[in-house]
């Protein structure tokens, strides 16, 4: 995927964004192969990332709004916190975590697609986790004297509650995986940006830009608008199947 | 099959005894002095103007809230205490499922195995009239049905006692009635009715015994038939005219 | 109660989770730290798989600024530097990270700006004396001020220029911290002049109104070295391989694929291995 050398002369703003959807078409019509590569590469990594920080995110959430303990408020409010972390912070942080010099460098993981996985999950997972507390949160209060009647306390009501409240769950979700699907910082120092191991819709687009050619880049760009369009739409697919029979 | 709640562990946990029980909140004694028995057998209606602090006193009663001052005492103790007891709020609380659903998942809870959920559900059910509901949303039906889903909920558990806290007061005349006849045949079948309202007519037409609360002091107590003939003290007998100011 | 919902719940998850995959490759490769600048000018797409062709040993770029380059050298996380930096590739093997420097190419810096040129330094023949005047006027320059040896570069010749850039910057002096791509879209952008290399310029697409105006002075050479990061110091370096591509770089083979790379038609870089003083 390059381009050609030519340039004088600035070009008009529309004109760049025909180029752009252009190339995105030509791109996706012709299935080209790299552009295939990346494609799947930048799903594996966000989904994964997004599966695992669910994994993790939604029970320390539900935990977090249903149990009492000490420091409880500061942890809401450090979770609540996370959520603005600047990814690239969390890329140099988990670079350091796996350089060879470092504490897991033992595992040589940096510069692969984990490294970025791990990454990503650290980004995502206060998301998912800050916005299950808040709904169990409101979930609880709205049947916590009903659920102790029945004998279903605090530690039994987690997965009844998180299951109750799985809409606007699936909604956490995807606000996760847009975070993910869209980060740049993190995954570009951890992952390398190496052609065909770690170039993802992401690092491609930064790369093209720094290439100078503005409107693959911006073609690129469309098509990862599609792909998300593509994942939400499947998230509401599902969330309609379920809905008629719950 | 739906007998008393004494089918289960074998010992009876009446008569609940209340002993100088009292409630604070905020500063402020909500209610106070509570002596009273609650025996097997009558119809107990805790009866009395809003602010009075039934609903209080029956979360007392249940377990939900613990007394500042006093003692709620069961016959027996342990999870038996738990499991002889249901409670069926004015607002009816269903989870994001079907109808028979909400019934399996408070007979989970139970312990019971899903052949004996299904028929222990399909029997509540057709007791309640809600067979054909079985399988849609409880949050979809009517206000009238979820509260006699929670009925049905709370009758699948076989309770010993069974507290219910204004159930009628969001429902129609039509649904009142379905709900009144529901608590009756619950009766019937051997559960101890405890149950507040500030409804006069409903009182009268369910009540063995009452128990008058005022500003959080109990009032009057007694067989229903010679207090509504003649009550022994004057807020009593304002509140029956409808006179009483709160 | 298994219901239908709960199964389509349980057929997106392991959906999702066949996605997941193992993210690990078992095939043979090495790991280099190079430059923005030389990824941009494409050299490693068109000489990456001629090695691998020829030895089956796949070749991971990450590219970074020089400082970051050979800080990742430092960090043990590469097997081999490929960067643009005389000083600091010396310094790298003095202080014990690397085994011993190569020379191996050379591509030329130029400057290049507006095509209105207000500094008036079209066709100079001393790089110093271009950016004497490019001060003087007070003219916009775009610094990569990333520390790469694209920066370096330029920051020696400011010194020689006798002009203190720390103290310009922020009014004519633009200092960006960006690499050699994005640094030239800025300059497109604002009309400013940069120090750039000749590679990037010939494939860079958004010129704008950007024009070559200084190049050939011997001064604005850029010469690259390749190191072997020390085994000693990071065992889990893969030195058998990373030594075969360094080889194969120096060989005759090596040396006349680089030299047969071309941009526009025209060698982007020079080999120059067997050159005394490179």
Redesign the interface.
Same mark, same amino acid.
């Given at each position: 995927m390059s381009a050609a050398a030519t340039g004088s002369g600035a070009q008009p703003f529309m004109q760049t964004i025909q180029d752009a959807f252009a190339s995105a078409l030509h791109l996706m019509i012709s299935l080209n192969a790299g552009l295939i590569e990346i494609v799947l590469l930048s799903l594996r990594v966000s989904l994964t990332a997004v599966l695992c920080a669910a994994l993790i995110g939604l029970p320390l959430g539900a935990a977090l709004a249903l149990f009492q303990f000490p420091g409880r408020r500061f942890a809401a409010i450090l979770l609540s916190s996370l959520m603005g972390m600047p990814p690239v912070v969390v890329g140099l942080i988990v670079y350091l975590l796996l350089s060879r010099s470092g504490p897991l460098g033992v595992f040589g993981l940096l510069f692969s697609p984990t490294a970025m996985i791990l990454a990503q999950i650290v980004i995502v997972t206060p998301i998912i986790a800050a916005l299950t507390r808040q709904l169990v949160e409101d979930l609880w209060s709205?049947?916590r004297? $009903?659920l $102790?009647?029945?004998?279903?306390g605090p530690r %039994?009501a987690i997965a009844?509650l998180l299951?109750?409240g %799985?809409?606007s769950l699936m909604t956490a979700l995807l606000a996760g995986f847009g975070r993910a699907s869209a980060e740049v910082g993190a995954v570009m120092i951890v992952g390398g940006n190496i052609d065909h191991v770690t170039r993802m819709m992401t690092t491609a687009i930064a790369l093209e830009t720094s290439k100078g050619d503005l409107a693959l880049a911006l073609g690129l760009g469309i098509i990862l608008i599609v792909l998300s369009l593509g994942v939400n739409g499947a998230a509401f697919v599902i969330r309609d199947l379920t809905g008629r029979h719950? | 099959m739906i007998a008393a709640g004494n089918g289960r562990d074998g010992a009876s946990i009446l008569p609940l005894r209340l002993e100088g029980v009292g409630y604070a909140a905020g500063g402020q004694m909500r209610i106070s002095d509570i002596d009273i028995e609650l025996a097997a057998g009558p119809r107990t209606i805790i009866l009395g103007p809003n602010g009075a602090g039934k609903s209080l006193l029956l979360?007392l009663c249940?377990g &939900?809230i613990q007394p500042t001052a006093g003692r709620v005492q069961w016959r027996g103790s342990g999870a038996a205490l738990?499991?002889r007891?249901?409670?069926v709020?004015q607002r009816p609380?269903m989870?994001?499922?079907?109808a028979?659903?909400n019934i399996?998942?408070?007979l989970k &809870?139970?312990g019971l195995g899903?052949s004996e959920r299904r028929e222990q559900i399909a029997e509540v059910l057709r007791r309640t009239g809600l067979s054909a509901l079985a399988h849609r949303?409880a949050r979809v039906l009517s206000g009238g049905e979820q509260q006699r889903l929670a009925l049905a909920r709370a009758w699948a &558990?076989e309770p010993e006692v069974l507290f219910l806290d204004e159930p009628t007061a969001s429902l129609d005349p039509a649904a009142t009635r379905a709900v009144e006849e529901l608590v009756q045949s619950i009766h019937r079948s051997g559960t101890k009715i405890v149950m507040t309202t500030h409804d006069l007519g409903q009182a009268r037409r369910l009540a063995d015994e009452i128990l008058f609360l005022n500003h959080g002091h109990l009032v009057e107590t007694g067989p229903a038939a010679p207090f509504f003939a003649g009550p022994a003290t004057p807020e009593a007998a304002a509140f029956l005219k409808g006179e009483l100011t709160w | 109660?298994v219901?239908l919902s709960r199964r389509i719940f349980l057929a997106a998850a392991l959906i999702l989770t066949a996605f997941a995959g193992t993210a690990w490759a078992g095939d043979r490769f090495i790991t280099i730290a190079s430059t923005t600048s030389t990824q941009d000018s494409g050299l490693f797409e068109y000489l990456l798989p001629i090695f691998t062709k020829k030895t089956g040993i796949e070749v991971r770029v990450v590219a970074v600024g020089t400082g970051q380059a050979l800080k990742i050298g430092q960090q043990g996380d590469a097997d081999m530097l490929f960067v643009h930096d005389r000083a600091g590739e010396e310094k790298f093997v003095a202080d014990g990270y690397g085994v011993k420097r190569e020379p191996l190419m050379y591509n030329d810096f130029i400057i290049v700006g507006p095509e209105s040129d207000p500094a008036q330094i079209k066709g100079d023949a001393k790089a110093v004396d271009a950016f004497q005047k490019i001060a003087a006027a007070k003219a916009s320059f775009a610094s990569r001020g990333d520390d790469s040896g694209t920066n370096r570069m330029e920051l020696r010749l400011w010194k020689q220029a006798g002009v203190d850039v720390k103290a310009a910057s922020g009014g004519w002096y633009k200092n960006l911290g960006q690499g050699m791509g994005a640094t030239l879209n800025t300059a497109a952008a604002m009309d400013a002049y940069t120090l750039a290399d000749r590679a990037t310029w010939s494939k860079f697409a958004n010129k704008q109104h950007l024009a070559l105006l200084v190049e050939g002075d011997k001064k604005l050479f850029n010469q690259y070295g390749v190191i072997l990061v020390n085994p000693a110091k990071f065992p889990k370096v893969k030195v058998a391989d990373a030594q075969a591509f360094i080889d194969w770089l120096i060989s005759p083979e090596g040396q006349a694929a680089i030299a047969g790379y071309k941009i526009g038609g025209v060698q982007a870089f020079f080999p120059d291995h067997d050159q005394p003083g490179a």
């Open positions: 709205e049947y004297e $009903q $102790q009647s029945l004998g279903c %039994r009844t299951w109750d %799985r809409f719950p | 979360r249940h &939900l738990r499991r007891q249901a409670m709020f609380i989870l994001r499922r079907s028979a659903g399996g998942f408070a &809870l139970r899903r949303p &558990l | 109660m219901t």
